[in-house]
């Protein structure tokens, strides 16, 4: 009985289940008749439109073409009309003389003769004959009657008109990689489309970031990224933060009414150094907030109180938020984070300094600081992990780093092993750090003018983290950025030059110079 009732029950269920979809389902319905009805609507006001505007075109052309025929018409039967007067006047003077002539030609006597001729205007009466109209004028139209040179001919357009269809879907275009582009955190794809089709009106660009090396994933997938109406066969991507490893790109053609198939996806590689700053590592006296860090002269105190806290629940590491300027970052493991951070102690005394979450090992890499315009002192550079709590950066063997200072006045210089060289450069609130790890070459630029400040040449033998220090102000830090085309074309003038050239940018050892920051 009970088995019974829970079939009965389940039966019950599925049948009320499918009852639901049913009602859903004739909803559904009647909207997509609601729908074909208005469409189709739509559609015949459109055909009325266009029908309308090409009717209005034939109307403005026959215009234009009957006025030009009836100012012909107008033109040469003027111009005959005057030829027609000078024959009637030709005519009536010849007329005039012919019957002067026939009188004189009638006189017998010869005196009457010679008086009656020499009486026309006193010259020889054959002259008077020959300057008659009649013997000047041309018996020939100046004006051809042939208007047929403004016939029209409409056989191929009524051919054209007759072959009239409804709008055909577009082909699929074709992603062209070799002209795609990827460089200076831009993206540009280019494509063609299969046959030439000139009811193309635009075309839309979609895109995607990923970390898979080809078609994007379902699991984790990023949505859709649109770029509507473009018009041209190439489109620029720019601002992006490559937080991903990879871009997908697809595609599509739409004409006036219809939108064809998305061309295949292409995946394209935007690798680029994606870090954030390790807020574990920061000194108290630094308020560290996703990839923005300032100097909190209160955050000091309690000090003591807080390094309970962290030692009471050591091993848990927050969640790094993403760039503020960038969207999303990209996840990282816990094993990745633990081992960039090396469970290591805060910063403490004189050294307000936060490093990076994360290690370079190997490669080329980019990152950018934005100083605040009240901040009094600071540096940019790269430590290994033994930096001590009480070290600063560029004061020990194992950091490198650009320091200014704006306190009192204003000074540029780099340092490494507690050795400093002053830069006699413009002060600049913008730095790019270049870390090629392998080739040992770390470069710091002006991110503003893309201007060289100071270049070391050393051989990494550890992994290098990325360190800021702040003095009295804020450091805005924009990671997911490429090696700029500008620094690699440099790198590879560098790499052309002999080795004694190379020493004029490269510093193995600093002048000994002594540095407070």
């Known amino acids: 009985m009970g088995e019974q009732r829970e079939d009965l029950q389940r039966i019950v269920s599925t049948l009320a289940n499918k009852k639901d979809e049913i009602v859903n389902f004739i909803d559904i319905l009647k909207q997509t008749i609601r729908n074909v009805q208005v469409n189709s609507s739509n559609v015949f006001r459109e055909l009325d439109k266009e029908f309308d505007a090409l009717h209005s075109v ?175 066969y190439v489109y620029t991507l720019s601002g992006l933060k490559f937080d991903k490893k990879y871009m997908t790109v697809r595609v599509q053609a739409c004409n006036k009414a219809l939108a064809g198939d998305y061309s295949d996806p292409v995946t394209l590689e935007t690798k680029a150094f994606v870090f954030g700053l390790d807020d574990t590592s920061s000194h108290l006296n630094l308020k560290v907030e996703e990839n923005y860090v300032e100097w909190d002269p209160t955050g000091g105190k309690g000090q003591e109180k807080a390094k309970g806290k962290e030692n009471k629940g050591s091993g848990q590491y927050p969640v790094l938020k993403s760039n503020k300027r960038s969207g999303a970052s990209p996840k990282r493991t816990s094993a990745s984070r633990s081992a960039a951070k090396g469970c290591r102690d ?36 790269v430590t290994y992990r033994n930096l001590g709590k009480f070290d600063q950066l560029g004061k020990t063997n194992s950091s490198w780093c650009i320091h200014i200072n704006n306190w009192l006045q204003s000074t540029l210089s780099a340092k490494h092993n507690n050795k400093s060289k002053t830069l006699d450069l413009p002060i600049t609130d913008r730095i790019g750090v270049y870390c090629n790890f392998d080739g040992g070459q770390l470069m710091f630029y002006n991110a503003n003018s893309m201007e060289l400040l100071y270049a070391f040449k050393t051989k990494f033998t550890q992994p290098l983290l990325p360190g800021f220090m702040v003095w009295c102000g804020g450091l805005s830090v924009s990671t997911c950025l490429q090696v700029p085309s500008v620094v690699k074309a440099f790198q590879k003038s560098v790499n052309g030059l002999n080795s004694s050239t190379c020493s004029l940018y490269s510093v193995p050892v600093m002048p000994i110079e002594s540095s407070h920051c």
Not at 359 to 379: N, V
Request: charged share 25%.
């Open 346 to 381: 805060r910063f403490t005394g004189e050294s307000y300094t936060v490093l990076g979450d994360t290690a370079i090992e190997s490669g080329e890499h980019y990152w950018e600081a934005t100083a605040q315009k009240d901040c009094k002192s600071y540096s940019v550079g």
């Open 58 to 232: 034939l109307d403005e052309m026959k215009e234009s073409m009957a006025n030009t025929i009836q100012q012909e018409r107008t033109e040469k039967i003027q111009a005959l009309n005057n030829q027609l007067g000078q024959c009637s006047s030709a005519l009536e003077s010849s007329e005039e003389l012919l019957e002067c002539a026939t009188t004189i030609l009638n006189i017998k006597n010869p005196m009457e003769f010679s008086k009656a001729a020499r009486q026309i205007k006193d010259r020889p009466f054959s002259v008077t004959i020959t300057a008659c109209p009649a013997f000047r004028i041309c018996l020939k139209p100046t004006i051809s009657d042939n208007m047929s040179h403004l016939m029209v001919d409409f056989t191929l357009e009524r051919h054209v008109l007759q072959a009239l269809k409804f709008l055909p879907v577009p082909k699929v275009p074709e992603i062209n990689t070799a002209a795609c582009l990827v460089a200076d955190n831009c993206v540009t794809v280019a494509w063609k489309m299969p046959e030439e089709d000139s009811r193309v009106d635009h075309f839309v660009l979609e895109y995607k970031k990923t970390d898979y090396d080809g078609l994007a994933r379902v699991k984790d997938e990023q949505p859709w990224e649109v770029i509507d109406y473009v018009k041209d």
